[in-house]
């Protein structure tokens, strides 16, 4: 027998669905109508990222003070960490460079090892040590080596503020982003040896401006600041276990970056074999000898070929280690052991 109550209770359930559908289809006619963008699918907003204007943020921002310290320990190094420390015990850089005496702009230049993004490389394989290494190993390396002095603890306030400083450097810097600012710049060396004569030619015409015609560098006023433009050669620059003792490594860093504020990643003013020869003619100079340099890549092949001390993994000459030409040690490693080699 059919329930009629029951049956009109569903009839009127459905009739009251379809007028409250049928006034949900009117309201949104009706805010259509009066605002057809509603419903239109929003386009996607696309950020570049855009390296950091260091000193503006500096001046205007408020910087966590471990970035802050870590920014004046980079820029400041020779007052901080160096010879010219107030504490004895804080004067572990043997010279008077700062950091960014290489690491251009306050670390943010393109071209000349960039820390942007360099926190998101580590951990990483070091050939020099044949083991994994840390930034924190990193920032040692260079201690030890283009600051010719000690390592610094790595659970220090020094260290985290360097790192973190890096970090902020890093901030939101998308992966392909990093690849692009990352190291020197690329580099095709000459089939031939460096020619000093010719080095000594470039280094009068676009490098005594700034480094003097000693190769001493220009000092501030007060010399409490360090160099306005560093010495590459001599007591107080970097050691002979130095990257930018490799003829190789100091070319693609000179293509880029000089003449300072001349030069850049994207518009070098000097060719290819002119940063060759011109950074063979500054490594011909002494500096400071690095002790134990010869315990440096426990595996011989991953040796850069124009380190300039041995031992190798090859019977080319030391001569042609330190002056090349280089494309023929290139050629041997990648033939006998299938490496491809840039430095």
Not at 60 to 68: L, R
Not at 193 to 209: P, S, Y
Not at 212 to 220: A, F
Request: aromatic fraction near 10%; hydrophobic fraction near 35%; include cysteine.
């Amino acid at each position: 027998m059919i329930n009629y109550k029951i049956v009109s209770k569903r009839i009127a359930i459905i009739i009251s669905a379809l007028i409250g559908l049928m006034a949900a289809v009117f309201i949104g006619l009706y805010f259509f109508n009066k605002n057809p963008k509603i419903l239109q699918k929003s386009e996607r907003t696309i950020t570049i990222w855009q390296p950091r204007n260091v000193e503006e943020d500096m001046a205007n921002s408020f910087i966590m003070p471990d970035v802050k310290y870590g920014y004046e320990l980079l820029t400041q190094t020779q007052k901080y960490l160096g010879p010219q420390a107030e504490n004895p015990k804080m004067r572990l850089s043997g010279n008077n460079l700062k950091c960014t005496s290489c690491h251009l702009d306050a670390g943010n230049r393109p071209g000349s090892g960039s820390w942007a993004g360099v926190t998101q490389r580590y951990p990483s394989f070091r050939g020099r040590s044949n083991a994994m290494g840390t930034i924190q190993d990193r920032i040692n390396g260079c201690m030890e080596r283009s600051m010719n002095g000690q390592k610094i603890d790595i659970d220090s306030r020094e260290m985290r503020a360097m790192v973190a400083y890096m970090d902020w450097l890093s901030e939101g810097i998308p992966e392909d982003e990093v690849k692009k600012v990352s190291g020197y710049t690329k580099l095709d060396p000459p089939n031939t040896a460096v020619d000093l004569n010719k080095g000594q030619q470039i280094f009068t015409k676009h490098c005594i401006e700034c480094h003097q015609e000693d190769g001493q560098g220009l000092k501030h006023e007060d010399f409490k600041d360090g160099y306005v433009y560093p010495p590459l050669w001599g007591d107080d620059t970097f050691n002979d276990g130095a990257g930018m003792h490799r003829v190789l490594t100091a070319a693609q860093f000179i293509k880029a970056n000089m003449p300072y504020l001349l030069a850049s990643r994207e518009k070098p003013v000097l060719t290819d074999e002119e940063a060759y020869h011109v950074a063979g003619y500054i490594n011909s100079f002494k500096r400071p000898e690095k002790a134990n340099k010869e315990k440096d890549y426990p595996d011989l092949k991953l040796k850069p070929v124009s380190t300039p001390y041995g031992p190798w993994e090859d019977n080319f000459t030391a001569e042609q280690h330190k002056y090349g030409p280089f494309p023929p040690i290139i050629a041997y490693y990648k033939e006998k052991f299938d490496l491809k080699k840039s430095k």
